[in-house]
């Protein structure tokens, strides 16, 4: 069974600080996405990675691809009220995604 | 273009019940998938069809069923629901492997 963990589960921080999640998978997948969800929403995709060690840039978010391809993580630099939600992290492989338990960040203003 | 759609968005059933949801896909997306998402276990994989077929299936009991028509709009059914059922349903779209879209999902609560 393959499996995602995500750390931390809970993030609280104030505007303007930096701060980073992490994903770490027991196996391999083909390629990992990163996404967000807020409140009575579904999630939207962010990025995908596919290559080990690649790194991904989206405004102040930078994603990061383990070069083992098992494990992944996301910066954000100077988080602002509006990155508040729910961070998910999935890895995908023979049509569907795993999905980690995702990490609630709540950026106070 | 109009994103995914899923109808309805909240449903209230009691035990025992069955429940259809429905989901139309972004237009010319011919891959639907469906996730249950809950508090504890986060989202997981129900199934996905491409082309009115089922390609992969997740680890839910027979209870929950889907299937997909030809204009690739999809339908899940969960039959004798029970209480932890209740959950956030989101249906996903992509092209094939593609990038993949979510819709807003249909929220039911089991009493």
Avoid at chain 2, 41 to 69: A, D, H, I, M, V
Avoid at chain 2, 75 to 85: A, F, K, P
């Amino acid at each position: 069974t393959q499996l995602l963990e995500q750390s931390p589960q809970f993030l609280s921080i104030q505007e303007g600080e930096n701060l980073t999640v992490y994903c770490n998978s027991s196996s391999v997948f083909s390629s990992l996405q990163w996404y967000r969800q807020e409140p009575g929403e579904g999630p939207v995709l962010l990025v995908t990675v596919v290559t080990g060690g690649e790194v991904k840039k989206l405004k102040r978010l930078t994603f990061q691809f383990g070069d083992a391809r098992k494990d992944s993580s996301l910066h954000i630099t100077a988080a602002q009220p509006g990155d508040t939600g729910l961070y998910l992290c999935a890895g995908g492989s023979n049509y569907k995604l795993t999905f980690g338990k995702g990490t609630l960040l709540t950026v106070n203003p | 273009k109009a994103g995914v759609t899923q109808t309805p968005r909240y449903l209230i059933k009691t035990r025992g019940q069955q429940v259809t949801l429905s989901c139309s896909p972004i237009s010319g997306h011919r891959s639907v998938s469906w996730y249950q998402q809950t508090p504890g276990q986060g989202l997981q994989f129900l199934f996905e069809y491409f082309s009115e077929t089922q390609r992969n299936k997740g680890n839910f009991p027979g209870r929950f069923s889907g299937r997909q028509f030809s204009n690739s709009r999809s339908e899940m059914n969960v039959s004798t629901l029970e209480l932890g059922d209740s959950a956030l349903y989101l249906c996903a779209s992509s092209f094939d492997r593609g990038l993949i879209s979510f819709g807003p999902g249909t929220r039911l609560l089991v009493l």
